[in-house]
């Protein structure tokens, strides 16, 4: 449904991207992870059309981006980071005016109106003035705005980064919702909120792709084993932990107050070990867990390796 | 025609944001108070305390040439600052708030984009200086005589031409520019220049601003016809649009 290849995008001496090869199935909801000014925005840009490459070909739902661009409108749904709007406009008016350039006839411009206004939570602002509304009303109104053609593809820039917490927990779960009724590409570098819907990721990092897999797939092969340990102070807590560092079956220790975490190659002897050192050098401890590994764990790992 | 629906929002939107409200207020208020201007300044100057014997049995009774000059020197100066004032946020402003990279994501084409832009000012323009001339054809028929009315017409066509190539020549800049401040340095440097090149004898003949002698002319009769100022001021349009076309086609959002 988009394929990327060897995308270079290049702003005077800056490079934006670097030999960029994506390749997202259709049906897919695939996170597109990376730290800021990896190049997320800049891909996301090409792919709708706004921004050109420098080199290299994509293609967005079978339509080549050199091709027309209204082609490519109909297919595809966009969210920027921060959507922008009429603000003399109502958010009815604005999916009204949207509808009726995507060719929507009246009633399928009505119904879509309420029924999208209904999804994102805005149905009791529908005719107040967008020039009032938040940025978390924004980023809503904009994902809206996105799905009123009932796209194939759906362009999601860090759709979440303005919302509180019980907003992005609704917008996460509407994107979710989405799985199977369109492909969706959705640009964050919030871990938790790629590791919470996608099942498909890609971690791109200066510009390239270092890894893309399914998800359970890169947790199975690129996620240690981690154990988090909190201490009771947390003197005791370094002390032990640059104990652990000389240890064989110890790949990082990091410390943040009272708690350690520990990435270990081998989970046995971690098991074995871990509480028998606590012991020996008298760490009274507060907790012990064998945590799943993160997403993140498995992001700050391929990116450090990537920047080594 | 998806033109047709951008057309209809930007019309929407220069009557929601005052703009429309603004021209026509601004134009409309100047056409009715230039045939008065023009019948009140003699006796406003007769009035003058300590003016020299002799001096107010100088000043001439106001005519129907004095309401014409009058209203087409107004137009001239209030029509043109508006249209720079109301094109040079047109396309800056959208790209700076980020409106145009969200709506050309949807099926807009870059030139229906600028094309509605353009003709949505066309007809707050068009429509302004109609409510002018009728407040100028009446209070110069309530002051002096009725205005020939073919003339009068055709004066208005030509001075709503003139604006129309002010208002694209600022469209271009703001296409240009990367914000409004930027966009309205551009336009007023066009501005002078096209000010410039109208004051020089031999090329006068062919700017925009001979369009309005040519007006005043047809109405209070003798001057020749200004056909070069016309084909050049529509040259001046297409070429402007056409630009600025070209310029946006390219540009990343």
């Given at each position: ?308 | ?43 406003l100057l007769k009035s003058i305390p300590d003016m020299p014997p002799g001096l107010a049995e100088m000043i001439p009774p106001p005519t129907l ?189």
């Amino acid at each position: 449904m988009i394929r990327v290849e060897n995308l270079h995008k290049y702003y005077g001496a800056v490079r934006a991207l670097d030999g960029l090869d994506m390749i997202v199935e259709p049906g897919v909801l695939y996170g597109f992870l990376g730290p800021n000014g990896a190049g997320k925005t800049t891909t996301l840009r090409i792919l709708t059309g706004l921004a050109r490459p420098t080199s290299g070909r994509a293609s967005v739902a079978g339509v080549d981006l050199t091709t027309d661009g209204r082609r490519l409108a109909r297919r595809i749904g966009y969210l920027p980071e921060a959507p922008a709007f009429y603000p003399w406009m109502t958010p009815r008016e604005f999916l009204d005016y949207l509808g009726r350039l995507h060719g929507l006839s009246a009633a399928q411009r009505a119904a879509r109106t309420r029924e999208l206004l209904d999804l994102v939570h805005l149905a009791e602002v529908g005719g107040r003035r967008i020039g009032g509304f938040s940025r978390g009303m924004r980023q809503r109104l904009g994902l809206a705005a996105a799905l009123i053609h009932d796209p194939d593809v759906l362009l999601l820039d860090e759709p979440v980064s303005a919302l509180d917490p019980l907003g992005r927990k609704e917008m996460l779960e509407t994107i979710e919702d989405l799985r199977g009724r369109c492909t969706v590409l959705m640009s964050s570098h919030i871990l938790a909120d790629v590791e919470r819907v996608c099942n498909v990721v890609g971690i791109i990092h200066r510009g390239r792709m270092v890894l893309q897999a399914r998800r359970e797939e890169l947790m199975e092969r690129y996620a240690q084993p981690v154990f988090e340990v909190e201490a009771a102070d947390p003197a005791s807590a370094q002390r032990w932990a640059d104990h652990l560092r000389g240890q064989p079956w110890v790949v990082a220790v990091s410390v943040e107050g009272t708690a350690a975490r520990l990435t270990v190659r081998d989970p046995a002897a971690a098991r074995r070990e871990i509480l028998a050192s606590a012991v020996a050098q008298g760490i009274e401890l507060r907790r012990y867990e064998e945590a799943r590994p993160s997403l993140e764990d498995v992001f700050l790992q391929l990116t450090n390796r990537e920047a080594t | 025609m998806n033109f047709l629906i951008v057309l209809r929002k930007e019309l929407m939107e220069q009557g929601r944001t005052w703009r429309f409200l603004i021209v026509a207020a601004v134009l409309a208020l100047f056409g009715l108070a230039s045939p008065l201007l023009a019948k009140l300044t003699p006796d406003l100057l007769k009035s003058i305390p300590d003016m020299p014997p002799g001096l107010a049995e100088m000043i001439p009774p106001p005519t129907l040439t004095d309401a014409v000059v009058q209203y087409v020197k107004n137009m001239n100066q209030f029509g043109i600052l508006l249209a720079l004032l109301m094109s040079m946020g047109a396309v800056a402003q959208e790209k700076e708030r980020g409106t145009a990279a969200m709506m050309l994501t949807h099926p807009v084409s870059r030139l229906v984009f600028l094309l509605a832009k353009f003709t949505a000012l066309a007809v707050v323009f068009a429509v302004s200086l109609g409510l002018a001339a009728v407040g100028c054809w009446y209070y110069t028929l309530l002051l002096f005589e009725a205005l020939p009315w073919g003339p009068f017409l055709a004066l208005n066509g030509l001075m709503l031409l003139a604006f129309l190539v002010y208002v694209a020549a600022t469209l271009l800049c703001s296409t240009l520019a990367r914000s409004q401040g930027a966009a309205a340095g551009l336009a007023f440097a066009v501005l002078l220049l096209l000010g410039g090149i109208g004051s020089l004898p031999r090329l006068r003949e062919y700017m925009p601003g001979r369009l309005f002698e040519w007006g005043s002319d047809l109405v209070l009769g003798g001057g020749d016809p200004a056909w070069p100022a016309l084909w050049v001021s529509l040259g001046l349009i297409a070429a402007a649009l056409t630009a600025a076309w070209l310029i946006f086609r390219r540009q990343e959002l």
